[in-house]
């Protein structure tokens, strides 16, 4: 997104008919807590438990696999207390997308929520290994870059718009998103921005999910990007080549985007191949889903 500011007028064009979901109020009164100069973790799951399905979704992420607890956590605010404050606002942005929908949508997307929590969890671990401060973030990028996608799903209706990402995916093309801007002129990366960005997210992440099919800069050894942004997209599309987002989304068995940048990204982040490949049988023990080209 360029950083000039548009009117109204030219963002509703921009975002074609499509609906932002408004902030919803339990993250405006979870927003008001931490705003407290000592913010009570009681207090947190007490907002928390009033929503069935949340509290449900955070004892479930917490007692996954991933989290690898010898002992099942029953109780909101210990899972609370083992997720961080931040992971929790991250889960409730993702589910706030999801309420959005309709149930048939819902049970359309059911690869789309999967592979977004996957990727999320998959990129925070990135983060740590190669030294990122702030691992939250990254978890926060893999949970929302593509929350567009169902938004863009609701305006222009499942089966055409799955049709279009699997074209999309389908392609050596340089980006993505080139087939949406031709067919819809926007994009899910667009209108993830302007969800983030509406529900107050800090404006390097909103500009990460803006940009995060735009490698040809970003990884262009002549461009000078923001390292920033830059580390958090690198881990990104590691994560989604690992979560195999090109199945998911597209329904292909070859990830020509990875294929096209791979190099430049390894190289920005120290890795090798036969890292992503460890990696890769690391997360699959801890029950994330890979993708086939790293099944044995």
């Known amino acids: 997104m360029s950083s000039k500011e548009l009117s109204e007028s030219q963002i509703q064009n921009v975002l074609q008919g499509i609906r932002i979901p408004p902030q919803p109020q339990i993250m405006v009164d979870l927003q008001m807590e931490q ?5 009570d973790i009681s207090r947190i799951a007490q907002l928390i438990s009033k929503d069935v399905g949340l509290s449900g979704t ?5 007692n996954s696999p991933f989290f690898g607890l010898s002992n099942k956590i029953t109780s909101v605010e210990q899972a609370v207390n083992l997720l961080s404050y931040t992971s929790v606002i991250n889960i409730v942005n993702g589910l706030t997308i999801r309420s959005e929908m309709t149930d048939e949508d819902i049970v359309a997307l059911n690869r789309f929520w999967d592979s977004a929590n996957d990727i999320s969890m998959v990129a925070a671990t990135i983060a740590k290994e190669i030294g990122l401060k702030n691992h939250d973030e990254a ?3 893999g949970l929302f870059h ?3 996608i169902p938004l863009m799903m609701k305006r222009f209706g499942v089966e055409e718009y799955s049709k279009t990402m699997s074209e999309a995916y389908g392609t050596d093309a ?6 949406e801007n031709d067919r819809y002129n926007t994009n899910h990366a667009v209108v993830g921005y302007y ?3 509406a529900w107050n997210m800090p404006l ?5 999910i803006a940009e995060h099919h735009n490698l040809n800069q970003l990884f262009d050894d002549k461009y000078s990007a923001d390292s920033e942004k830059k580390n958090l997209i690198a881990i990104l ?3 989604d080549h690992i979560c195999a987002s090109h199945q998911a989304l597209g329904g292909q068995s070859v990830d020509y985007e990875w294929q096209r940048y791979k190099d430049n990204i390894l190289e920005y982040v120290g890795l090798g191949i036969y890292d992503i490949e460890d990696m890769a049988a690391r997360f699959r023990e801890m029950g994330i889903s890979v993708g086939d080209s790293f099944i044995d």
């Open 35 to 39: 705003a407290m100069p000592d913010p």
């Open 58 to 62: 955070i004892l479930k992420i917490v």
């Open 139 to 141: 978890y926060l990028l």
């Open 146 to 148: 593509n929350c567009g």
């Open 174 to 179: 340089e980006r993505i998103i080139d087939l």
């Open 195 to 197: 969800t983030a960005k």
């Open 204 to 208: 390097h992440l909103c500009t990460a």
């Open 237 to 239: 599309k590691i994560a």
